[in-house]
């Protein structure tokens, strides 16, 4: 604990840790310093000096953003010296500012209008003519930068420095010519790029999809959780007539610090597509026929009363409560053991860490990364598909000094900060495990973290993951485990799982996997598919074992939010709720609950899988009675040992009565009567609004400054560890349940594990042109949310193939040209690319326009021929 | 031109060489003849850095860039056991009006060298930084050529003076930003950063070039030492006063009849330094004086001590020691235009109030200067100077405010007449000569009035001239 000191402010005495900044300690006692550069998340430049205050004993006005606190400080941040440079502050910057407010995307929630009403003078006594420079830039394909609006406060500069590491952005010239600017041949081509549009002070980075879509004013509000990826980034939808206009990162320091990615803040578009599927469909012949609700379940119902003749599977994106509902409809109501939710991630292992932390998922948190002093990453590139993982990891090892190991057979992301790069290629038949054992050997610099995440579909990573297990049990340090999706943990510790029943248990009677599955069904075998948030046609690392499947005599019901492939085969399509539209938890991959906010009812007839899944219980005769969230709840509480005790209500936002706008007694200093300000500022809410910051409901406009500010003010707003947030017990707070966890699965097969765990026999393989096939996936690929995203679809790589360049001379081919990567009897013309690869390995983006690389793959460890095009 | 007429006397220290030869004061033959490297070559070899840092301290030497924080103490910021450290020197004169280290180093580059090795010795720093002025052509070429027999006399290099302490100076031109004369901005540029003010703390002293441990001292601070070392503390506080000891080269410019660097002991007075110059200009009374450079609020009498406490006094400040003399030809909205652009363009941009405040200041003065002033403009312009002054992230800012609230406030009525008038009443081709501007354009004061009467050379090489000889 660090040294606590007395500190004044403004007459209140505080006690506050020694040498932190003036500014988050005032704001901790509810007095707000305006500001424009300061950012918590970011090192203090202090270069607006906004923030100045009286402190006495000093000559002058200190910076409250980098003045750090001091015994017996006595600070005035609203005496006459200081609020004389606020005001005039405010002016200066004020004087080249357009004030084109009534057209700007900012205005409403703007941080200079918002802090100019409070801390500003009245008018301007400026006349001179304005700076000017070129409107309006487009400096990516999602942002827009207006140079005149600029305050040069240096927020989007210090993030793409500091934060993301993508230097686009930067200051150029000097003087009163000062701008910010990208180089003229170079876009803003950052997967983080949105963030600076967030923290702008200013209208001068706005985002190029919500441009003039809606005043602040106008917007619906509700918090809620990324469903992209497995980190579940905490946002707000923001819904205008009906239509999901914007998403923007909550602040969480626990998970996301104040970031999300560009996939994250511009993929929404696909909620209110117009593919979306809005009633029941039923196959009549070679069409289908929308149906009601009541048809669709009443033919899917008879269809599931096969048991263990029904496969179940279940996608990524679904939410805790649906895989509660998933998992206890196929083991309780259908009574089939065969059930899975890993798709892309087909096989991986997730079930042998319960041998090193009791579970079968993380056993640290994303903030055990910042207190590691060694951190070991096997998974894929997280840039790519967990990109705020990646800030953190950046952070952990570029600011807290840890020191990172990276395992990968091809240069990712964090290749760049790493001490240790091992590359692993199974082609030259290194070993993964073998190198993951020989490196750790001896002492790592304590506290160690693991990071695993299923890193290339098709590929068998048991033996990688045995490896990591055994060296998280030799260095006693705790795991990272990285599922790839939004809901992938909740299936997990639902027991959407073979071999898991919810809590992690061993399943009494071992089930068969998603192959297997999908084998069986294609074998004539399963006679009943159901296939909830899932296309395994697209995702599942076998394209054609799936198509097979779905195309073999067994009926499918297929849950979806759009006509997939798969929905395009099946028997009984059913209408699934979109994220944006739904109550309910996502639990990400440190094991955190968090709580999704309904913004929109669900389009036409579309319903939650967990309403789904409770109206066919129902349907096959069941007493099944869930009504709303906390039914479901109740059950999980009785049913899952790791989510006993789990209040939902500890998980919701409190939305306690918003505090007035302004401080009267800085009013009355301004020279103002309370409610006697005209403008924009007269319109701002006094309780008539009736919304706290991040409650659900009609938006409340006001700069994220304030907000912020505001929401400290109402405990329970910002997430935090036990509030919004919880991590279920036998987590990371109780290691201890470990020991009594059940015994490791590892080594055990399933008990009807795939058949096709060899290589596909078939024509002999020609070993000259023939690799090991690495995919994965890409930030913005063809998903199906991403690909009815209008704004992420010009940005999108095409397919490439990337090689060793000794395998690339070898085949007397270069960097750029065309060759042909087949396999499976798909050929596919793509790009080379000469990369940091192991020799014998080829990487293939895993779902680019044009290539899906599960095509190419049959059988678990796929190979593939390359041929000069 | 007029004689001078001898009865105010120069007192050489820093000038001594330059002055006694003027013919061949940089040649290495000159300064080993004259007993050159001497002093650096006794401490390296017989004093501890301790007794050198103690020494400096003793004498009372403070910095000659500006700020005037005394040299010792400076050097005893230093944290120990912190390696590697560096010394870096502030050769970027700036300043508009200030000529002194471009002759210093012109005149004199190896005494600059033998001071940066006292320096480092006494800092044990075993690197050292020159950062020179861009324009700088002549010195530094001739700096250039002096390290380069600095280095094969084997008083550079490893293992020193024949001791076990190494050494290697590394010169570096600048860009031309008058901020990188600004200590911090100058380690961010010397690191190939944009030359911007750092935020301290940490300060240089502590966390200064890469990082590490840093002294930055002024070319003419470092160019005292060599004698300083010699001759000892009590010996250099025979001139000057308790609190600003030993003498200091004046840069003397405007409307005078012999501009030029004039090295006295501080607390001489302003009237004997404008009688070294040779007087006003025939004609011309004298109305206005810079004392300290551009940022130093101006002065309207003779009548004043040079040193730091007396100028502190008159509400001014000794600064880098630029003087300016300005006559009754002077337009002061125009001077105070001149000055407040200077300080526009070369403002960094990093903060608000010097960014928007001396873009607004230029703004309004334009409008005055042009007869389109307003009657409340004068308090305008007042009320934009308390705005920066004291809440600028750097001095720079400071600096502009203090020139523009002294030009208004001192020549207030002058301000009034141009708006009341709606005119400039002053002769166009009279404004053209004003003294302010005339340093910090490179012109030194050979670009105005009558020739130097020592000391400035003029380069007719030009800025590239292949010449690197320096002769």
């Known amino acids: ?869 | 031109m007029p004689e001078s007429n001898n009865l105010v006397a120069e007192t050489h220290v820093v000038l001594r060489r330059a002055r006694t030869f003027p013919e061949d004061s940089w040649t290495l033959s000159r300064v080993l003849d004259d007993k050159g490297y001497e002093s650096a070559k006794t401490v390296i070899g017989g004093m501890s850095p301790e007794a050198t840092v103690d020494l400096v301290k003793e004498s009372g030497l403070r910095g000659r860039g500006g700020a005037g924080f005394p040299t010792g103490v400076k050097w005893s910021f230093i944290p120990k056991d912190v390696f590697p450290r560096y010394v870096v020197v502030n050769h970027d004169e700036g300043e508009p009006g200030t000529f002194k280290d471009r002759e210093i180093a012109e005149r004199d580059p190896h005494q600059l060298i033998e001071g940066i090795a006292i320096a480092a010795w006494a800092c044990q720093a075993n690197k050292a930084f020159i950062y020179c002025r861009g324009e700088f052509a002549l010195g530094s070429r001739r700096l250039d050529a002096a390290i380069g027999e600095a280095y094969e006399q084997g008083f550079l290099g490893r293992g020193i003076f024949g001791s076990d302490f190494d050494l290697d100076i590394i010169l570096h031109r600048g860009a031309g930003a008058y901020i990188c004369g600004e200590e911090s901005a100058l380690l961010d540029s010397l690191e190939g950063y944009r030359g911007q003010p750092r935020l301290r703390p940490p300060f240089p002293a502590i966390k200064g070039l890469y990082g590490q441990p840093t002294v930055i001292n002024n070319t003419e601070t470092l160019s005292t030492l060599p004698a300083l070392l010699s001759n000892g503390a009590d010996w250099f506080k025979q001139w000057g006063t308790e609190k600003s000891p030993g003498t200091k080269v004046f840069s003397v410019s405007g409307h005078i009849n012999r501009p030029g660097n004039y090295e006295i002991p501080l607390g001489t007075s302003l009237a004997d330094l404008l009688e070294l110059g040779g007087g006003m200009r025939s004609g011309g009374e004298l109305k206005a004086i810079i004392p300290g450079g551009a940022s130093a609020p101006l002065l309207t009498s003779t009548d004043v001590a040079m040193d730091f406490e007396a100028l502190k006094d008159a509400g001014t400040m000794l600064g880098s020691g630029a003087v300016v003399f300005m006559d009754d030809s002077t337009c002061m909205v125009r001077n105070a235009l001149v000055t407040t652009e200077f300080f526009e363009h070369e403002s960094c941009g990093k903060c608000t109030p010097c960014r928007e405040g001396t873009w607004w200041a230029v703004k309004v003065l334009e409008r005055i200067e042009h007869g389109q002033g307003r009657a409340e403009d004068m308090d305008l312009l007042l009320d934009i100077a308390d705005g920066i002054d004291g809440r600028s992230f750097c001095p720079l800012g400071d600096a502009a405010s203090w020139a523009l609230r002294s030009n208004v406030k001192v020549f207030r009525e002058e301000f009034e007449q141009h708006v009341v008038d709606g005119r400039c009443p002053f002769e166009p081709e009279e404004r053209n000569l004003v003294g302010a501007m005339s340093g910090g354009l490179g012109l030194g004061a050979a670009g105005i009035g009558p020739q130097p009467s020592a000391g400035i050379e003029v380069d007719r090489e030009g800025r590239d001239g292949s010449n690197g000889s320096g002769n």
Request: with cysteine.
């Open chain 1, 1 to 869: 604990m660090a040294d606590l000191v007395n500190v004044t402010i403004n007459g209140s005495q505080i006690q506050a840790e020694k040498g932190r900044m003036l500014i988050d300690v005032a704001e901790e006692m509810g007095i707000f310093v305006p500001r424009f550069c300061y950012h918590p998340g970011m090192k203090s430049v202090a270069v607006c000096r906004m923030c100045l205050v009286q402190i006495e004993g000093q000559r002058k006005l200190l910076p409250a953003c980098a003045t750090p606190v001091d015994d017996g400080m006595n600070v005035n941040t609203s005496d006459e010296q200081a609020v004389d440079a606020q005001q005039g502050m405010l002016e200066f910057l004020l004087i080249n500012h357009p004030l084109d407010c009534p057209i700007c995307d900012r205005g409403g929630e703007c941080p200079l209008q918002d802090q100019t009403y409070r801390h500003g003078p009245g008018a301007s006594r400026y006349v001179e003519p304005k700076r000017t420079y070129e409107k309006a830039l487009e400096i990516s394909d999602l942002v827009v930068l207006d140079r005149e609006r600029c305050v040069l406060c240096w927020r989007c500069v210090r993030f793409c420095d500091e934060i993301s590491g993508d230097r686009f952005i930067q200051l150029v010239d000097r003087g009163p010519g000062t701008q910010i600017l990208t180089f003229s041949d170079e876009p803003f081509n950052s997967y983080f790029s949105g963030n600076t549009i967030q923290i702008c002070p200013v209208g001068a980075l706005t985002s190029l999809p919500y441009r003039f879509a809606s005043r602040p004013w106008d917007l619906q509000t509700a918090p809620s959780v990324c469903a992209y990826c497995s980190v579940g980034c905490p946002i707000t939808n923001e819904s205008r007539s009906g239509q999901l206009v914007r998403c923007q990162a909550l602040p969480n320091e626990n998970v996301n610090d104040f970031w999300i990615c560009d996939k994250g803040r511009f993929g929404y578009h696909y909620v209110s597509s117009e593919e979306r599927l809005e009633t029941p469909l039923v196959r009549k012949g070679d069409e289908f026929a929308p149906a009601s609700w009541g048809e669709a379940l009443q033919l899917a119902a008879e269809k599931l009363g096969g048991k263990e003749r029904v496969g179940v599977i279940a996608g990524g994106h679904l939410t805790t409560e649906d895989a509660f509902g998933v998992s206890r409809l196929a083991r309780s109501v259908i009574g089939t053991p065969h059930l899975d939710s890993r798709v892309q991630d087909a096989g991986a292992p997730y079930e042998l860490f319960r041998s090193a932390g009791g579970v079968a998922g993380s056993t640290a948190t994303l903030n055990d990364l910042e207190e590691a002093k060694t951190i070991w990453w096997v998974g894929p590139d997280p840039k790519e598909s967990l990109p705020v993982l990646f800030l953190r990891l950046r952070k952990a090892v570029l600011d807290r000094g840890a020191h990172l190991t990276v395992v990968s057979p091809r240069r990712i992301s964090l290749d760049e900060f790493a001490d240790t790069v091992i590359r692993t290629s199974e082609a030259d038949d290194g070993s993964v495990a073998g190198q993951i054992a020989e490196k750790s050997k001896g002492e790592l610099e304590d506290p160690v973290v693991v990071c695993w995440g299923p890193a290339h579909p098709g590929r068998d990573e048991r033996a990688t993951v045995t490896a990591v297990v055994e060296l998280a049990r030799a260095h006693d340090s705790k795991v990272l485990v990285c599922p790839p999706h939004a809901g992938s943990q909740g299936l997990l510790d639902m027991g959407v799982h073979p071999l898991m029943e919810p809590g992690y248990a061993d399943a009494a009677l071992g089930g068969r996997d998603t192959r297997a599955i999908l084998e069986g069904a294609a074998k004539g075998e399963i006679d009943t598919l159901l296939l909830l948030g899932v296309d395994p046609i697209a995702d599942f690392p076998d394209a054609g074992l799936a198509q097979r499947a779905l195309e073999s005599k067994a009926f499918s019901i297929v849950v979806e939010l759009f006509p997939t492939e798969t929905a395009l085969r099946a028997d009984v399509v059913m209408p699934s709720a979109a994220y944006a539209e739904r109550d309910g938890t996502f639990t990400n991959l440190e094991r955190r609950l968090q709580k999704l906010e309904r913004l929109m009812t669900p389009v036409g007839a579309a319903r939650d899988p967990w309403k789904i899944c409770t109206a066919l219980a129902q349907a096959m005769g069941q007493e099944w009675k869930w009504h709303d969230l906390e039914d479901v709840w109740e059950d999980i509480r009785k049913t899952v040992p790791t989510h006993a005790g789990i209040r939902l209500e500890a998980l919701k936002q409190q939305a306690p009565a918003p505090a007035p706008f302004y401080e009267p007694a800085l009013s009355a200093q301004h020279g103002r009567a309370e409610g006697a300000m005209g403008g924009p500022g007269g319109q701002y809410p006094k309780g008539h609004r009736g919304g706290a910051p991040f409650q659900t409901g009609q938006n409340w406009p006001l700069s994220w400054e304030l907000r912020a500010f505001e929401a400290k003010q109402r405990p329970g707003l910002i997430p935090a560890p036990g509030g919004l947030s919880a991590t279920p017990a036998g987590g990371p707070d109780a290691p201890s349940r470990a020991s009594e966890a059940a015994q490791p699965a590892a080594g055990t097969p399933p008990a009807e594990a795939s058949s096709a765990s060899t290589r596909p026999s078939g024509p002999p393989i020609d070993r000259d042109h023939s690799f090991v096939l690495y995919s994965g996936r890409l930030i913005y690929d063809e998903g199906a949310m991403v690909r009815r995203t209008a704004a992420l679809r010009g940005i999108q790589a095409k397919p490439f193939v990337e090689m060793n360049e000794y395998d690339v001379k070898r085949l007397e081919v270069a960097d750029g040209d065309e060759v042909v990567v087949s396999g499976n009897g798909v050929e596919a013309r793509l790009r080379v690319v000469v990369a940091d690869i192991g020799a014998g390995a080829v990487f293939v983006p895993y779902d680019q326009e044009g290539l899906r690389a599960n095509r190419l793959m049959a059988g678990i460890d796929p190979v593939v021929e390359v041929k000069p095009g």
